[in-house]
């Protein structure tokens, strides 16, 4: 961000509160960009002792990660990640449990993972947001050690199921 997007001004990097923050100059305007972290929700989606992966638009060809969203204003994470999944592959899904939260440093980012099975409905997805679709057995599916991975990983220790976390580009190919 270079400009103020409430006055225009040109924005100057101070410290405020200890960090070096984006600050509008303007004395009335006082403007600050905080980069505060945004919320990202992602859903472990189950179905016959398979869960679905999902490659987005523009991810190379090997990678593929959970069903995940930005929230819609005035909506909580639980209603956001079954609308998601209903978005994004065209499944209804009954949300069963919260998995935790992780980081996502590197885009700035707070996932809110849970665990949904699916009640209904055909795999369909909208090509402009989602390149294809795999499901993946419980006994190889593979976490990776990066954003949801980790939920994926805490996930199947609640089925019994131990595995280490490898490379995002190796991992469920
Ligand atoms: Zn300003």
Redo the contacts with the bound molecule.
């Keep these: 961000m270079k400009y103020?997007p409430?006055?225009?001004?040109l924005l100057r990097r101070i410290e405020i509160g200890g960090k070096r923050r984006d600050t509008?100059m303007?004395g009335h305007?006082?403007?600050v960009h905080w980069n505060n972290p945004v919320p990202v929700v992602g859903g472990i989606v189950e179905w016959n002792d398979q869960v679905v992966l999902v490659r987005n638009v523009g991810w190379p060809a090997t990678w593929y990660g959970l069903v995940t969203g930005f929230l819609e204003a005035g909506e909580m994470p639980e209603e956001a990640i079954v609308r998601e999944v209903k978005e994004e592959i065209g499944l209804d899904a009954t949300l069963h449990s919260f998995i935790g939260m992780y980081e996502f440093y590197r885009k700035n980012q707070l996932l809110i993972c849970y665990h949904l099975t699916v009640d209904s409905g055909d795999v369909r997805f909208p090509p402009d947001e989602i390149a294809d679709f795999k499901w993946v057995p419980l006994e190889t599916v593979q976490p990776w050690s990066a954003g949801t991975g980790h939920a994926l990983r805490d996930w199947l220790r609640t089925r019994g199921i131990e595995r280490e976390l490898r490379d995002f580009t190796d991992a469920n190919n």
């Excluded at 409430?6 to 001004?9: L, S, T």
């Design positions: 103020c409430q006055c225009g001004q509008c303007d305007c006082g403007f």
